[in-house]
């Protein structure tokens, strides 16, 4: 079925199942670290999934990331290091109970996932003067997660887990990667087939947290204005929405 949006035609339009498609795998992206099978994923699969991340939003177009594929165990195991060390400094920061939740969550699956993946921001990819970086230099930064998201949403698309760590000492990060100075590690992924997805973030099931109602999260004009009456009939939505995303994991036919 075809949708009506206001100014498209029919080619620009998503039809209603690819629509619910684009919210089924936003909604159902889970962030994985348990639940990796050892199934090599095919590069045929592993191309679309970077492809998805080089077509990214960026700042100036600066296309400032890159891809460092990691399969060799030692590798993995010289990351695995890394994030013990970090970890057993995280957990002393948590008080009492905390502490024991923390410690028995599962905060990455770098040895079990098949491919780990640092994507990286080359701060220097297109000179020192970017288009619309010339004032916030944390731009090119930015753009990068946009890749990230990109991916671990086509990864969930083809059925893919991703978990992203970064419970690192950046330095060991850099040091076992090779990463050249200009070259920052902006997310450590481990991507497989999983035996399942969740259908709750792990920390939300773990009662660590729970995922904030979005209308407490709207100001209108300037922060702190809820924005009256003007604005109940969107809170009353956003909260019907929220519940919708929670349960079903998409939404139903557009009005
Ligand atoms: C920037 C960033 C860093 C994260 N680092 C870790 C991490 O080190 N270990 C981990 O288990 N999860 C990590 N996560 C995953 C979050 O815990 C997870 O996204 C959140 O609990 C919500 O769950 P969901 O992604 O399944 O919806 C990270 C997520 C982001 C966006």
Same mark, same amino acid.
């Given at each position: 079925m075809k949708l009506e949006t206001p100014g498209?035609?029919?080619?620009?339009? *998503?039809t209603e199942a690819a629509r619910a498609a684009v919210y089924n795998a936003i909604f159902s992206r889970r962030d994985v670290r348990g639940q990796f099978l050892p199934d090599p994923v095919p590069d045929a699969v592993l191309s679309r999934v970077l492809t998805a991340a080089h077509f990214a939003p960026s700042v100036g177009y600066m296309q400032p990331w890159s891809f460092v594929l990691v399969r060799e165990p030692a590798v993995k195991e010289r990351i695995h290091a890394a994030f013990r060390e970090a970890n057993a400094e995280a957990a002393q920061m948590f008080e009492g109970a905390k502490q024991e939740i923390y410690r028995e969550l599962k905060l990455e699956g770098i040895r079990e996932a098949p491919i780990n993946l640092c994507i990286t921001c080359d701060r220097d990819r297109a000179g020192p003067v970017v288009l619309g970086r010339t004032h916030i230099?944390?731009?090119?930064?930015?753009s990068t997660v946009c890749a990230v998201q990109n991916l671990w949403l086509a990864a969930r698309a083809e059925g893919l887990g991703v978990g992203w760590v970064s419970i690192f000492h950046q330095?060991?990060?850099?040091?076992?990667?090779a990463l050249p100075p200009r070259v920052f590690p902006v997310a450590y992924l481990c991507l497989g087939y999983v035996s399942h997805f969740y259908q709750r973030p792990e920390l939300?099931?773990?009662?660590?947290?729970?995922?904030?109602?979005?209308?407490?999260?709207?100001? *209108?004009?300037?922060?702190?204005?809820?924005?009256?009456?003007a604005a109940e009939a969107l809170k009353r939505q956003v909260r019907s929405d929220q519940n919708a995303a929670t349960s079903g994991g998409t939404f139903p036919a557009k009005e």
């Open positions: 498209l035609n029919a080619e620009h339009e *998503f230099k944390a731009m090119d930064i930015y330095a060991a990060l850099r040091e076992t990667l939300e099931a773990a009662g660590w947290r729970q995922r904030l109602p979005l209308e407490e999260l709207l100001h *209108f004009d300037r922060w702190g204005e809820d924005g009256g009456e």
